[in-house]
């Protein structure tokens, strides 16, 4: 598989879904991606998102995750289920269109097919969320 892997191949999402452009990193221990805002997006509206699309951004940056470390399967098996989300800070209302987000995911621990995740998306200049979600696997 070539470095970084390509986001189609990592995750399920496509066109208005798909949130997550490319994979800037990716290891065992974390992944991080960048995405620009769109007006494509879910929860646009007048020339911005809001934030609580950071929760989904996380979730498919953990998606990607997974896929890498389980590899892909082409009848979509192994795929995970955002169980919960544990805790959400935001710090932004809305997030402009054209916005570049970049999203650091870490697992934090795993119980059988169990594992709470954190993350964060920031731009450039500041962090917009902190997350940490529960994924189950299948």
Known sequence: MAYPPSVKTLIPHRDRMQLIDKIVDITSEK??????????????????VDCLIIIEIV???????????TG????GSGS?????????????GRI?????????????????????????VQ???RTLGHVAIGVLRG
């Open 31 to 48: 992944v991080v991606t960048q995405t620009a805002v769109s007006e494509k997006w879910p929860l646009f509206r007048q020339e911005s």
């Open 59 to 69: 979730a498919q940056t953990a998606a990607a995750l997974f896929s890498w470390k």
């Open 72 to 75: 892909t399967r082409e009848d």
């Open 80 to 92: 995970g289920l955002l169980e919960g989300i544990k805790n959400a800070d935001f710090y932004a």
């Open 96 to 120: 402009p269109v054209h916005t570049l987000l970049t999203t650091t995911v870490k697992p934090l621990y795993s119980i059988e097919n169990y594992t709470v995740l954190e993350g964060t």
């Open 123 to 125: 731009t450039k200049a």
